[in-house]
């Protein structure tokens, strides 16, 4: 059976044969738009990691228990996108990355999933516990993690994970550096004191954690590298306050840098000065000279202090427990106190770039400025700490009342 429908039977149904070694051609349609396709490498592995923990306890002076552990992970196989419809036909005259462009303009992205043997993570604990008389306990611990991956694959579809990858400009080479779930330091400690009272137990609890925030990029908010994305490029660094030109987000994106109006005609730069703090604050040396690597900056430590208290007794045969906890009680204490703070996505775009100068500069656009109304800067993206959000959820305090009946 065939049903062939064509232009010459002016029938507005495409045209169609079920025998796929026998299609209709020359349907007399017009082009349609590039397409895009995700392929696979025929070789590709699942993940899998090699894994190896050594622990060790000791009896030490004053009743002191301490722990030393240690996990170290070696990537055998992880996942890998890369972009085969890219290829290098230049460099940028910012900072000499490579740039892309389309190899047919048929296909707008054409991603291949295959694999990657770099990454590894190491993390060395160190706990102390010393338990005294009349029950209490004192508890105290310090963990330590280095994470490096070359691949996050934090998305859902092929495309996301390629186009969100952060690069420093070579698209086709795995690049290792901090893995985005990185918990570099993280600090506890705990005390807790059981009270009977005849057939009841009190217990409280007073629990302190303190941790480093998670990693971020630094990204521009333009395609640098010309791969076709502006979400991805890490940001450069000139080396110094000296050796570009800011200008505020009023100057119009499609400024072409003059030596006499950098910024456009009416528009005045920034003191370069701003950019410097800025990376300076995010944990960047500013008069260093290079493409910064992913996940380099931190977020702010966070600090958390819960409150628990328990009582404990019997009824007949039943044994009941009421436990109460305060979660976050800094918070609840002051409202300033006990916040965490992040990072959309873990990465922010302060600026954009417009281009160079005749003399070579490099001229950026912040994403964001404020004016005051002599026209002066009051803040903008490049204002320290802009670019962190309160997390309402974690940052909140919360009261917890709960019963358990052991039979």
């Known amino acids: 059976m065939a049903l062939v429908c064509t232009a010459a039977t002016n029938c507005t149904r495409p045209a169609f044969n079920p025998d796929p070694n026998n ?45 030393v552990e240690a996990l170290y992970s070696k990537v055998q196989e992880d996942i890998y996108y890369t972009n085969v419809n890219r290829t290098q036909t230049g460099t940028s005259p910012l900072d000499g990355r490579p740039t892309y462009s389309l190899v047919s303009t048929q296909i707008f992205d054409a991603t ?12 060395q604990t160190l706990q102390f516990v010393r338990p005294f008389t009349h029950g209490l306990t004192m508890t105290a611990s310090y963990a330590h993690q280095d994470a490096k991956s070359a691949f996050e694959g934090t998305s859902s579809r092929a495309i996301s994970n390629w186009r969100f990858e952060h690069t420093k400009g070579d698209i086709f080479t795995p690049t290792v550096a901090n893995s985005v779930f990185l918990q570099k330091h993280r600090i506890n400690a705990a005390i807790t004191y059981d009270l009977p009272t005849g057939p009841v137990t009190h217990t409280f609890g007073l629990y302190w954690n ?15 590298n010309k791969d076709q994305y502006a979400t991805n490029d890490l940001l450069y660094v000139p080396g110094g306050a000296d050796k570009m030109i800011l200008c505020p987000s009023q100057t119009p994106a499609s400024t072409v840098p003059t030596a006499a109006a950098p910024c456009g005609t009416g528009r005045t730069a920034l003191d370069a000065s701003i950019f410097s ?15 910064l690597n992913k996940y380099e900056s931190f977020e702010p430590w966070s600090r958390e202090v819960d409150l628990h208290y328990s009582l404990a007794l019997p009824v007949r045969t039943v044994r009941a427990q009421i436990d109460a906890d305060i979660l976050n009680l800094l918070h609840m204490l002051n409202k300033d106190w006990g916040n965490v703070y992040f990072i959309s996505n873990q990465n922010t775009s302060p600026v954009t770039y417009l281009g160079n100068d005749p003399s070579g500069k490099p001229v950026y656009r912040e994403a964001s400025t404020t004016l005051n109304a002599d026209g002066t800067r009051n803040f903008g993206s490049l204002t320290p700490g802009k670019q962190f959000q309160v997390a309402d959820l974690r940052s909140r305090w919360q009261a917890r009342l709960g019963l358990r009946l052991s039979f």
């Open 23 to 67: 299609q209709p051609r020359n349907l007399n349609v017009s082009g349609g738009g590039a397409v895009s396709v995700d392929m696979v490498d025929p070789n590709f592995k699942f993940p899998r990691v090699l894994r190896g923990t050594l622990g060790y306890d000791r009896d030490l002076i004053w009743g002191i228990r301490g722990t």
């Open 112 to 123: 291949f999933l295959t694999n990657t043997t770099k990454g590894h993570e190491f993390t």
């Open 277 to 291: 703090n800025f990376v300076s604050s995010a944990g960047v040396n500013p008069n260093q000279a290079r493409v």
């Open 210 to 224: 303190a941790q480093s925030g998670r990693p971020y990029s630094l990204l521009f908010g333009t395609d640098i």
